[in-house]
């Protein structure tokens, strides 16, 4: 019977070009100007298919939700053009989804509570389906909850207090800003609280900016744990725990000209600076600096944390897309030029145009 069964049940596994089964043996296309490529082919396969039941609830009881489920490779975020397969539940929230192939995937659900207001019940869980149906999945979708914090001084405060605010933003990695989902961003002073309400739970980035000669963002902490550059992942701590900014005085600055062969200065040429801390491609994406040069062929950083940098200029824009952070990592130690940037100091440097 179950031989049958997976014999007669099958579904298209989604393939990347040239025809893998993973985005890790994908083949990234660049398609110049002009140009017309054909034999771009691609064979899909089908793979055994499987049934899941589960059971989306709040702590209210039972009701319908909207809900979507998509393979965790493909988990949808602002920018994606894919909307997943979902629909809504029975009003018990009970569903069945069939034609499922063997892999991991992502359930969420989402329920709309009108209450003086758009208030949201969120929740996912994740799901791997092997070789047989998966039963009695549990998601449970909770409302936000208030993320709190301090922007407080790395080291000895200033004398004078400062009249400056923190910029701060919080935008889902592995999804789109949703329906009745406070969008709300604080600008704490420095120092000072700050409240973020109606969090969801789920992965962040966090993007912070301080606009004052010499500051900088040092440390960001979330329950004590160092999460500067990484994801903010809110609700994998104890109830309560609360974010740590912390800002630095000593920063200083690059100033890069860019200058063609016969020592002309190039204006509108690309500036791309990273950290050389950074030890992997994900690590250079979330330290990544751009910026672009001026008639003169000038280029004035932000406020930089003390340390070494790569810096290159490029004639053509530069979009962060995986290709493009590979490419900059190839060439951190073979085009790239490294720069020292010293406590309180202002860094000058003259570059050529690079291609990548």
Same mark, same amino acid.
């Given at each position: 019977?179950?031989?049958?069964?997976?014999?007669?049940?099958?579904?298209?596994?989604?393939?990347?070009?040239?025809?893998?089964?993973?985005?890790?043996?994908?083949?990234?296309?660049?398609?110049?100007?002009?140009?017309?490529r054909t034999g771009v082919d691609i064979?899909?396969?089908?793979?055994?298919?499987?049934?899941?039941?589960?059971?989306?609830?709040?702590?209210?009881?039972?009701?319908?939700?909207?809900?979507?489920?998509?393979?965790?490779?493909?988990?949808?975020?602002?920018?994606?053009?894919?909307?997943?397969?979902?629909?809504?539940?029975?009003?018990?929230?009970?569903?069945?989804?069939?034609?499922?192939?063997?892999?991991?995937?992502?359930?969420?659900?989402?329920?709309?509570?009108?209450?003086?207001?758009?208030?949201?019940?969120?929740?996912?869980?994740?799901?791997?389906?092997?070789?047989?149906?998966?039963?009695?999945?549990?998601?449970?979708?909770?409302?936000?909850?208030?993320?709190?914090?301090?922007?407080?001084?790395?080291?000895?405060?200033?004398?004078?207090?400062?009249?400056?605010?923190?910029?701060?933003?919080?935008?889902?990695?592995?999804?789109?800003?949703?329906?009745?989902?406070?969008?709300?961003?604080?600008?704490?002073?420095?120092?000072?609280?700050?409240?973020?309400?109606?969090?969801?739970?789920?992965?962040?980035?966090?993007?912070?900016?301080?606009n004052a000669p010499g500051l900088y963002v040092k440390d960001?902490?979330?329950?004590?744990?160092?999460?500067?550059?990484?994801?903010?992942?809110?609700?994998?701590?104890?109830?309560? !725990? *609360?974010?740590?900014?912390?800002?630095?005085?000593?920063?200083? @600055? /690059?100033? =890069?000209? &860019?200058?063609?062969? #016969? %020592?002309?200065?190039?204006?509108?040429?690309?500036?791309?600076?990273? !950290? *050389?801390?950074?030890?992997?491609?994900?690590?250079?994406?979330? @330290? /990544?600096? =751009?910026? &672009?040069?001026?008639? #003169? %062929?000038?280029?004035?950083?932000?406020?930089?944390?003390?340390?070494?940098?790569?810096?290159?200029?490029?004639?053509?824009?530069?979009?962060? @897309?995986?290709?493009?952070?590979?490419?900059?990592?190839?060439?951190?130690?073979?085009?790239?030029?490294?720069?020292?940037?010293?406590?309180?100091?202002?860094?000058?440097?003259?570059?050529?145009?690079?291609?990548?």
């Amino acid at each position: 019977l179950e031989f049958r069964r997976v014999l007669f049940r099958s579904a298209f596994t989604p393939t990347f070009y040239p025809n893998s089964a993973d985005s890790t043996g994908a083949v990234p296309l660049t398609l110049h100007p002009a140009e017309q490529r054909t034999g771009v082919d691609i064979r899909m396969t089908r793979a055994a298919a499987w049934c899941l039941d589960a059971t989306l609830e709040a702590a209210a009881g039972p009701q319908a939700f909207l809900f979507w489920i998509e393979p965790r490779a493909f988990l949808s975020t602002a920018a994606s053009p894919i909307l997943p397969a979902g629909g809504m539940t029975s009003p018990d929230g009970r569903l069945r989804l069939c034609d499922l192939r063997p892999g991991a995937y992502r359930l969420t659900a989402l329920h709309l509570l009108q209450l003086g207001g758009n208030q949201v019940l969120y929740g996912t869980s994740d799901v791997t389906i092997d070789q047989a149906d998966v039963h009695n999945v549990k998601v449970l979708a909770q409302p936000g909850a208030s993320l709190t914090g301090e922007v407080a001084w790395a080291a000895e405060a200033p004398a004078s207090p400062v009249d400056m605010r923190l910029d701060l933003l919080l935008t889902p990695i592995l999804r789109a800003n949703l329906q009745g989902e406070s969008r709300n961003q604080p600008r704490p002073a420095i120092p000072g609280p700050f409240r973020i309400p109606g969090v969801l739970p789920g992965e962040y980035l966090l993007r912070t900016n301080v606009n004052a000669p010499g500051l900088y963002v040092k440390d960001v902490l979330y329950a004590g744990v160092s999460i500067l550059n990484q994801a903010l992942r809110f609700g994998s701590q104890a109830d309560g !725990a *609360a974010l740590r900014i912390l800002i630095a005085r000593d920063g200083g @600055t /690059l100033t =890069t000209r &860019v200058a063609a062969p #016969d %020592g002309q200065a190039v204006g509108d040429s690309r500036i791309a600076l990273w !950290a *050389a801390s950074a030890n992997s491609e994900l690590e250079l994406a979330r @330290t /990544l600096i =751009t910026g &672009v040069t001026d008639q #003169d %062929g000038l280029y004035i950083s932000p406020t930089l944390a003390p340390g070494k940098y790569y810096v290159l200029a490029l004639s053509a824009g530069l979009v962060p @897309t995986p290709e493009a952070i590979a490419k900059l990592w190839r060439a951190r130690t073979a085009k790239a030029t490294a720069i020292e940037i010293a406590p309180n100091a202002a860094a000058q440097t003259s570059l050529p145009i690079t291609q990548l």
